[in-house]
């Protein structure tokens, strides 16, 4: 599956739930569609089977603590994208083979989409907001899960974003518009609020089609400027507010932060989208991967990072491995593996 014919399967696949007009509207939740999946799972009836509101479910809430700072990792469901659209330029054969290894499909990635919530004694922190409306019923139950754990949207004061990508920022706005999270302050680093909100906002380095590349721009332009006149810049290396530094992560987008949190002794990085998957990223951290809008700087990234998280020990919470995504990585051979967190049943 070529990545040019990504928006054209993507709008087939989306018109169970949305007309074309709606697509073109800037709205993030209305216009997710139009850019992480591409050739998505979407197009695939298979994968998006509705689930009955009567079948039992696994957890979506995982609740934990960061020193004295109470935590939840929530869910927002599920993504999927052919293996081959993720890592376009690797060895099929080689994609087919680590995937295999890990009992995996080889055809779809399969990404879990995790957002953290934390309590300090001033805030009600969301890092991140999930997908929205537009990915179909696999996704964008963040809200809900949040609100089934106790916490209403009325209670979220401060929302800290990664980056302006619409599985991350999807959550900010619903299809009319309106903000989803109305008593909330927005935070985002300089550098990436300048980028998406410039006049002139280009992607020359990214593998996604054209047409996908602008329904990214869409998004994240139209998301930004609803919520420009709430929203606090900070640059790389700010504690963003009490216990919370941002970390230059750069190379996905050109301004995407990680998160330092601390508490005492303890503490928590919240990576953003630094890497995705065990076997693709970190076990082959130097394929390029398709979303990153410098794939050669997403890989520099990717290995900055992970020297270091492997050197502090550090524990990690990565928005798209297997919920709750917690853990850490640990060096193997040349590259890298995930280390899960041990599931705790008290807190």
Known sequence: ?????????????????LSRGQLLLLSACLSLGLVLLGNSALSQPNSIEAVSETAPTNAAVYHFKVGDLKAMVVSDGTLSFP???????????????????????????????????IETDEHQVLIDTGSGDA?????????????????????????????????HIGGILDADGQLRLPNAQFYIS??????????????????????????????????????????????MGDEV????????????TPGQAS??????????LATGDVFFSDPLNLE?????????????????????????????RRLLLVPHMPFPGLGHVRPQADAYGWEPIVWRFTV
């Open 284 to 312: 082959n951290p130097d394929w390029e991967v398709a979303f990153d809008g410098d794939p050669e700087q997403g890989v520099i990234a990717r290995r900055n990072l992970l020297e270091t998280v492997t050197a502090e």
């Open 83 to 117: 293996a081959n659209f993720f890592v376009p330029k690797a060895d099929p054969n080689a994609v087919t083979s680590v995937l295999t290894d890990h009992f995996l499909s080889t055809e779809d990635v399969f990404a879990h989409v995790n957002a953290l919530y």
């Open 135 to 167: 990915f179909g019923p696999t996704a964008g139950h963040l809200l809900k899960n949040l609100q089934a754990a106790g916490v209403a949207v009325t209670d979220i004061d401060t929302v800290i974003l990664t980056h302006a990508h619409p599985d």
């Open 241 to 252: 507010i009490p216990h919370i530094q941002a970390v230059d992560s750069a190379g996905h």
């Open 1 to 17: 599956m070529r990545v040019q014919h990504g928006y054209s399967d993507l709008l087939r696949g989306l018109t169970h739930y």
């Open 190 to 235: 300089q550098a990436e609020a300048d980028f998406w909100t410039a006049d002139t906002v280009e992607l020359p380095k990214s593998l996604l089609d054209e047409e996908t590349k602008a329904g990214l721009i869409a998004t994240a332009k139209g998301t930004m400027m609803a919520i420009r006149d709430r929203t606090t810049l900070f640059t």
């Open 259 to 268: 998160y330092l949190i601390t508490s005492g002794e303890e503490s928590l």
